[in-house]
Nanobody
Framework: QVQLVESGGGLAQAGGSLRLSCAAS????????MGWFRQAPGKEREFVAA????????YYADSVKGRFAISRDNTKKMVYLQMNSLKPEDTAVYYC????????????????WGQGTQVTVSS
């Protein structure tokens, strides 16, 4: 069992930066691929970024590639999403996610979700 708690959301101006954090509980955190998804009002939840269990492989949606960076610290059971050059279209609730046997890039592969943290980017 893994519990995920996000933090770090808030209000930012376009062009600004935010760093999201996800604190995980559970003994086997390092065996999970971790990801970030987001859901804007009236839209479906979508993939943002993912990182392999060891941190060697990362994956990004085209819309955030070059602006966002995902990282993890298995000793602290933490996952991070550094978001730079923010745009108003990045406004959404951001969810941390854990996947057991996949790369955490698709919703159907996710085993655990956090409760979400709101990110609002003003123009």
């Amino acid at each position: 069992q893994v519990q995920l708690v996000e933090s770090g959301g808030g209000l930012a101006q376009a062009g600004g930066s935010l760093r999201l954090s996800c604190a995980a509980s559970g003994r086997t955190f390092s065996s999970y691929a971790m990801g970030w998804f987001r859901q804007a009002p009236g839209k479906e939840r979508e993939f943002v970024a993912a990182i392999s269990w060891g941190g060697r492989s990362t994956y990004y949606a085209d819309s955030v590639k070059g602006r966002f960076a995902i990282s993890r610290d298995n000793t602290k059971k933490m996952v991070y999403l550094q978001m730079n050059s923010l745009k108003p279209e990045d406004t959404a609730v951001y969810y941390c996610a854990a996947a057991t046997f996949t790369t955490a890039q698709t919703m159907g592969d996710i085993d655990y979700w956090g409760q979400g943290t709101q990110v609002t980017v003003s123009s």
